[in-house]
């Protein structure tokens, strides 16, 4: 048996504009064992530019990794565009 199932992902207040998406795959490998694939995906707009964060693995994932990991990056963009705009 194979399926996938496809959710939202709540992000962090960081950003413009964020979107994320939690999908699951459930199928048997070759000798028949059950097997699950997570992965999580999420963009974060920041004025003109963007992020791009996948995290995932067999089984589950801890959306708090993921949602960490946006938050790291979104306000890590957000300084560098601080930064440039300081040195125009």
């Keep these: ?11 962090p207040e960081v950003g413009d504009a964020r979107q ?3 999908v ?3 199928g048997e ?16 707009r920041v004025g003109a530019d963007a992020i791009g964060v996948t995290h995932g693995g067999l089984g589950d994932v801890s959306t708090e990794v993921t949602q960490a990991a946006v938050d790291l990056g979104a306000r890590r963009l957000t300084e ?8 125009v």
Excluded: Y
Aim: proline share 2%; aromatic share 0%.
């Design 20 to 22: 994320g998406l939690r």
């Design 29 to 44: 490998t070759a000798d028949g064992e059950e097997s699950v694939l997570t992965v999580e995906l999420a963009a974060v």
């Design 1 to 11: 048996m194979r399926g996938v199932q496809v959710g939202d992902l709540p992000l």
């Design 24 to 26: 699951t795959l459930a």
């Design 80 to 87: 560098i565009r601080r930064q440039a705009r300081a040195a």
